[in-house]
Structures are given as C-alpha cells and as structure tokens.
C-alpha cells in the first residue's frame, strides 16, 4: 500500500514566517507533486520533480520554493508567508509511464493558516 | 473558460437512486482522463480511470466521448458511503494533472 505522509496536518504562522512543509512517500515514486486545494478551485500545481535534485514549475510557483535531495522526500517552502497562502496543501507521489499520466497518491494535506 | 468544468451541486439524492455526473474539458489534446473521490477534508483518492471504450467498477460505470470532451460518471443504487466530492481529472502532457473543482453528492437515507 501507497503510504505518503506530510509533516503536519494543521499550521499556524504569522505573515513575514519562513514555512516549511514536508512530504515522504515510501514508494520509491520518482514523480512527487505540489499542489494546493481551495474552495470552488480545483487542486493547482505549484511545482512538481520528476527526479531528485529536479525541479519544474508548475502553474501557480510565485512565492514558493521546492527542494527535493533525496527521492522519497519532497519539500515546500514559503520563503515568506502571507494571507493569500492560507490554504490546503496537499503532496502527491505517481510512478511514470512513457507518455502516459499514471495515478497520483496523496498525502493527508496540510492545513496552512497565515495570520 | 475553465479547462475542466465540473457542476459543483450538492447533488441531493435518495439512497438507491441512479446519479450521474458530467465533466467537460478544453483540450483536446488530453490524454488521460481520471475520476477521483474526496471525502470531507480528507485528500483526493482514484475512484477510477476513464478508457476510450469506457469502463464499469461494480456500481460505478465512467465513459469518455472525445468529440463532444467530455467525461461522465454514473453511480447505481447509491449508498450512503457515496456521499463525497467527485473530482474530474484530465492529463496533458508527460507531468500535468488538470483538476475540476468538483462535484459534491449527498446519499440522503
């Protein structure tokens, strides 16, 4: 069974806070994913990596950063938080297939307040 | 325009009643099509890939009509476990997931 896991289902942080969420899927999946889910929105991509140290924005990346040094791990920085980042963020891993989008496993999501 | 449009609802239906949901995207060079399910503050699980020659998982049958793009979901004699958002998912490319908004369904008893 897919296991993926984020650091923390729910997070307080005030405007100006460097944040830092954190995604390990225990899959050996080479594709891990980025995306946040509000309402009436369907989920967005942030960035995605297709490998370790790879990195790809995805479309919304302003005002995120990703680092991905091993393969299980993936991470999401908010260099520098603010309101409009208060959201839903949620990790997700796949294996590829050429050419063919395979199934995307998410983690639990994290629930990001910015005051 | 959305590239993946979804009716958002609620859809309230009876338990045991047949429901159906469209979706339709932009695209026309998707590739791959997916319906996803999420529970109330919980995160997005495959219900099940849509095929070309469309496909049936027990209650739940998905078609695909290139045409006219888009994608259907049909849910026979519904259970109350039913009640969830359904999330349309198209693919573009090697990478890219494009996602609906959703469509809630409430099973009412």
């Known amino acids: 069974d897919v296991k993926v896991t984020q650091s923390s289902r729910y997070l307080v942080k005030r405007t100006g806070e460097k944040v830092f969420l954190e995604c390990v899927q225990d899959?050996?999946?080479?594709?891990m994913f980025w995306y946040r889910q509000d309402p009436g929105l369907g989920l967005r991509l942030i960035y995605f990596?297709?490998?370790?140290?790879?990195?790809e924005k995805g479309d919304i990346p302003e005002g995120y950063s990703v680092s991905r040094e091993k393969k299980e791990r993936f991470s999401l920085i908010l260099e520098s938080a603010s309101t409009n980042q208060t959201s839903m963020y949620l990790c997700a891993s796949s294996s590829p297939r050429q050419g063919v989008q395979e199934t995307q496993y998410f983690g639990p999501g994290t629930r990001l307040l910015v005051l | 325009r959305k590239e993946v449009e979804q009716d958002p609802g609620p859809f309230n239906v009876p338990e045991g009643a047949t429901v159906a949901f469209n979706c339709t995207y932009s695209?026309?060079?998707?590739?791959?099509f997916f319906w996803y399910r999420q529970d109330c503050r919980k995160e997005p699980k495959l219900l099940m890939s849509?095929?070309?020659?469309?496909n049936e998982d027990g209650r739940f049958t998905a078609q695909l009509n290139r045409a006219s793009q888009y994608i259907s979901l049909l849910i026979r004699d519904s259970k109350l476990s039913d009640s969830a958002t359904y999330l349309c998912v198209v693919g573009v490319g090697n990478y890219q997931l494009i996602w609906g908004a959703g469509t809630k369904l409430i099973i009412k008893p």
């Open positions: 849509v095929y070309s020659s469309g």
């Open positions: 990596s297709y490998d370790v140290k790879m990195k």
């Open positions: 695209n026309s060079a998707s590739q791959s």
């Open positions: 899959m050996d999946h080479e594709n």
